[in-house]
């Protein structure tokens, strides 16, 4: 399913521009929702985006990826491993937690994720990195960069701003569509340990009661568990209702979706971020206009801002020039030191003769 998925985004935005959109009415009390474990120190599932047959540079500073909301550490997995391909720098990509792999817990806050990030970091010991984060994870990522500056080269910012901003309502909308399916979640596991998706058709015609674009219903159902892997996961706690990887019935508790367009309150003089900084925005895209530009200056001494005929997901619709972006960004021909390539053997004329 992932496959087909990514086939459609090569023409198309996993998250479309939002529209004008009221939001809808929710079918079952808030009050009846069962609140998540609430943890502060977590550990979050994580991926080294491997390329293949390729000797990696392992003194260099690693890149990591983090992703938006309703993504995971696979959202940058094809994009990842063609750069440390190209460039023989270790790449990682991590589930931020209530994602993927990672545990369903509260808060889920931007302070709190950048808490959960700088962990990973100190966890394996890196002296520095660099971040790259899209949408919901390039807050997270700007955050961890004024927070603990010391630990981060270079920094990503892939499509949206150090400021509030509320989500549209039709976030909202695509929430509310998967907290309804999995109201009855039961309805859609019917093989034969019910405990993973089988009517994958049935939700996709249900959620375009709530989304129209076939696209952004295909990032939402990324998330459901379809596989042994997903519903073994110590993080789905009833097995045989839950739908989604992701806690979408506390996202809609709690507010999430207003949450992920906050910025979290800074000390006034909390100092600025000196490091080299690339803001890549998409200029069809509602989460980083010109007039922003200001408010990265408040906080970022080193920027660089490139923009792209793109929506928000910049790294789907120009994969090509997005890749060649972080290359030259992060690790260009010109500053790597590669070793001397292996002497190939002289291959015998008597090899390419055909036998008679």
């Known amino acids: ?3 087909t998925i990514f086939r459609h985004f090569k023409t198309t935005s996993i998250l479309r521009d939002p529209v004008e959109s009221k939001v809808l009415k929710a079918t079952f009390d808030v009050n009846s929702i069962k609140d998540l474990p609430f943890n502060e120190n977590i550990e979050l599932a994580w991926k080294q985006l ?18 938006g909301l309703f993504g995971s550490k696979l959202s940058f997995n094809k994009i990842g491993r063609l750069f440390s391909e190209l460039t023989r720098v270790p790449t990682y990509s991590l589930d931020l937690r209530n994602h ?3 545990p369903h817990v509260l808060p889920h806050t931007y302070s709190q994720m950048a808490h959960d990030v700088h962990n990973f970091i100190k966890e394996r010991k890196w002296d520095q990195c660099v971040l ?6 390039a807050k997270v990522a700007m955050l961890i960069s004024l927070l603990y500056p010391e630990l981060i080269s270079k920094l990503v910012v892939v499509d949206n701003t150090p400021h509030n901003e509320p989500l549209d309502d039709q976030f909202k909308n ?3 569509g998967m907290c309804e399916v999995e109201l009855n979640g039961a309805e859609y596991k019917k093989g034969e340990n019910g405990k993973r998706v089988t009517e994958v058709k049935d939700i996709n015609k249900f959620l375009s009661k709530y989304q129209k674009d076939p696209i952004s219903r ?3 159902m990324s998330n459901l568990i379809i596989t042994q892997k997903d519903y073994r996961s110590v993080s789905i706690k009833d097995k045989k209702k839950e739908v989604f990887k992701v806690p979408v019935m506390n996202f809609w508790k709690h507010d999430i979706i207003d949450a992920m367009g906050a910025w979290p309150k800074l000390p006034s003089n ?3 971020f000196e490091n080299p900084v690339l803001i890549m925005y998409g200029i069809k895209s509602n989460f980083v206009k010109k007039d922003n530009f200001e408010i990265f200056k ?5 920027l660089k801002f490139e923009e792209f005929d793109t929506g928000h997901w910049i790294s789907v619709e120009k994969p090509k020039e997005f890749l060649n972006s972080l290359i030259m960004f992060i690790s260009p021909p010109s500053s790597r030191n590669y070793e001397d390539p292996p002497k190939r053997k002289k291959v015998s004329k008597k090899m390419y003769r055909s036998k008679k």
Do not use: A, W
Request: charged share 20%; hydrophobic share 40%.
């Open 1 to 3: 399913m992932i496959k």
């Open 50 to 67: 491997i390329p293949y047959k390729i000797k990696l540079r392992n003194t260099d500073t690693p890149v990591l990826f983090l992703h």
């Open 218 to 220: 295909s990032l939402l």
């Open 132 to 137: 790259v984060g899209h949408s919901m994870g």
């Open 270 to 272: 909390i100092p600025k």
């Open 298 to 302: 408040k906080y970022f001494t080193n």
């Open 174 to 176: 695509d929430l509310l």
């Open 100 to 102: 993927g792999e990672s």
